[in-house]
């Protein structure tokens, strides 16, 4: 793992796996993203209110490695106040980001610190799902929404 | 017994891993590595005398028949039974229970029925069992185990108060790495009326399965763990099972004659492998006991017992790490670190060169009874040594000062 990621993987994806802001199930939920890895038991639920195509409050709540658990607060804490049009295009992003064949370089696909140490999956083929998990699911939404 | 020259035999150590590191192997109990007497075997029959077996009478066919053959033999004594024609050739322990709950157990069982399982068994020798009592109308119970994870004896003799059909046991378990007492549940399962079906998986790398004692009517094991290739294990059944059970499955091979609205199937264990077997696995199968046979069981066990007590010992001594299961156990520990996932253990371990497995090791249930949602487990083959142990203990403490 290069250093500047695996450094970015300290300071950020540990730092986000204990950040319980946004944790919790929303009383008005319209939506909600059920992420579960049967091989190795990472299970999350995305609690999500959308009106008029505005993702208006989200929460999220489960159990995984740090990595599953930064990728799915990170999620949560983005998705806020956003349209489903402006999320389409981050979670394309994000899901490129986390793969190894991923076309462009971590730096040119964000700048932001918090989602490019999400670039330490490339160095672990094996956790992309980790790091997916969630994004997944919501792209799932998005795309059909 | 010298491991270095053992471990020497296994080619994969000859290598370093992407990053530059020795290969620290801790995952013997997911699967075993090769020596290179088990390619060479598997190699030496395709390139040496390739042919299917029982069809051809000409020489590569001949020969390889008589190597497929002689492995029945070495597997009846490697587990002590009494005839070879009591083993069959299956592509591992799931297919075994498969094949056996598909072609016997749904057949046998009845409405109202009992099937127990224990709490440590791994998914492959509980589901079949389940779907068989679904589609039965039948019960399927769990035999409770203590907080050391070991049997409840007393559980047992009350559970099997009801009638029950069978009792379904692994020998040695994936996660604890409880060795139960096999003879002991034999004989309070036979006592009740109830057939049992032993999953040897885990205990056949330990040279401790015995078949003759132990009483079993059924037992399974895979080569892949024995140090034998993927895809290939085996079958075995009591007294005259083979020849009184429907057949595992059906086509060519397994016949005598065939007509268009009836059929006669052959007796001995070719009435279960229809179809082109897995010759080559077969053979690298053989190839596998022979090398366990140059192992002495003694030095074996007390090698494997060494490295389990250090690293038991080890491990117990870091705060913050809980260990699953009894102190006695056959190399296997299955353990968690405060605050950190297993998943992110084993890939710490990785960039240092070492193998840990991290996850619920096919076994929810269990994983539900200590309330943990996985676990990090190291296991222990013939090539390990003590240094092994000190790695992973160096790369542990390592990776909890990075997450701290």
Redesign the interface.
């Known amino acids: 793992?290069n250093e500047r990621i695996k450094g970015l993987y300290?300071e950020h994806i540990?730092k986000k796996s204990k950040d319980e802001t946004f944790k919790g199930v929303l009383q008005n939920e319209t939506h909600r993203l059920e992420a579960y890895n049967p091989?190795?038991?990472?299970?999350y639920t995305i609690s999500m209110s959308i009106e008029n195509d505005v993702i208006q409050d989200a929460r999220f709540d489960g159990?995984?490695?740090?990595?599953s658990?930064a990728s799915t607060a990170l999620l949560t804490e983005i998705v806020i106040g956003k349209s489903v049009e402006e999320i389409k295009p981050i979670v394309e992003n994000f899901l490129e980001l986390v793969d190894e064949h991923g076309k462009r370089e971590p730096e040119e696909i964000f700048e932001d610190d918090q989602l490019l140490a999400f670039a330490a999956a490339r160095e672990?083929p094996?956790?992309k799902t980790?790091a997916s998990l969630s994004w997944d699911e919501l792209k799932l939404l998005v795309d059909t929404h | 017994m010298n491991i270095a020259s053992i471990k020497s035999q296994f080619p994969i150590f000859k290598q370093q891993t992407p990053l530059g590191k020795e290969l620290v192997y801790l995952d013997t109990a997911s699967s075993a590595q090769k020596p290179q007497s088990v390619i060479d075997a598997i190699s030496g029959f395709y390139s040496g005398y390739y042919a299917n077996t029982g069809r051809g009478s000409y020489w590569p066919a001949h020969k390889a028949t008589t190597t497929f053959e002689s492995v029945r033999e070495k597997v009846a004594r490697y587990i002590n039974v009494q005839s070879k024609d009591q083993v069959v050739f299956t592509s591992g322990t799931t297919d075994s229970i498969n094949k056996l709950v598909n072609a016997h157990v749904i057949h046998s069982l009845e409405s109202g029925d009992q099937v127990l399982v224990s709490e440590m068994e791994h998914h492959a020798n509980l589901v079949p069992w389940q779907e068989a009592c679904k589609l039965k109308e039948a019960n399927i119970k769990a035999i409770p185990i203590n907080e050391e994870g070991e049997i409840d004896f007393e559980a047992l003799e009350l559970l099997l108060k009801a009638k029950t059909a069978f009792v379904s046991i692994t020998a040695i378990s994936n996660v604890l790495g409880t060795v139960n007492d096999v003879s002991r549940i034999t004989a309070l399962a036979h006592k009740a009326g109830a057939k049992v079906f032993v999953d040897a998986a885990q205990a056949i790398a330990h040279k401790t399965v015995d078949v003759k004692t132990w009483k079993a009517d059924f037992l399974a094991f895979s080569a892949h763990k024995l140090y034998g290739p993927t895809g290939v294990g085996i079958l075995y059944m009591a007294d005259d099972l083979v020849n009184q059970i429907k057949p595992l499955s059906f086509g060519g091979g397994m016949i005598t004659e065939v007509g268009i609205e009836e059929s006669g199937y052959r007796k001995g264990p070719q009435r279960h492998e229809a179809g082109t077997q897995n010759i080559a696995g077969v053979i690298g199968l053989g190839a596998a006991i022979d090398f366990v046979d140059t192992l002495p069981e003694f030095e074996l066990h007390n090698h494997l017992n060494e490295l389990t007590s250090l690293a038991y010992e080890l491990l117990s001594e870091i705060q913050g790490v809980n260990i699953l299961g009894p102190e006695e156990r056959a190399g296997v520990i299955s353990f968690t670190v405060e605050g950190i996932h297993p998943h992110d253990l084993s890939t710490f371990f990785n960039e240092q060169g070492v193998c840990i497995r991290a996850g619920h090791h096919c076994a929810q249930p269990l994983m539900n009874k200590y309330k943990v949602p996985a676990t990090a487990r190291v296991s222990f083959g013939i090539y390990n040594s003590k240094e092994d142990v000190m790695t992973f203990i160096k790369v542990l403490k390592e990776t909890k000062a990075f997450f701290e």
Do not use: S
Not at chain 1, 39 to 43: A, E, S, V
């Open positions: 793992m300290q540990l091989m190795c038991g990472d299970k159990f995984g490695c740090a990595i658990k672990f094996e956790r980790c």
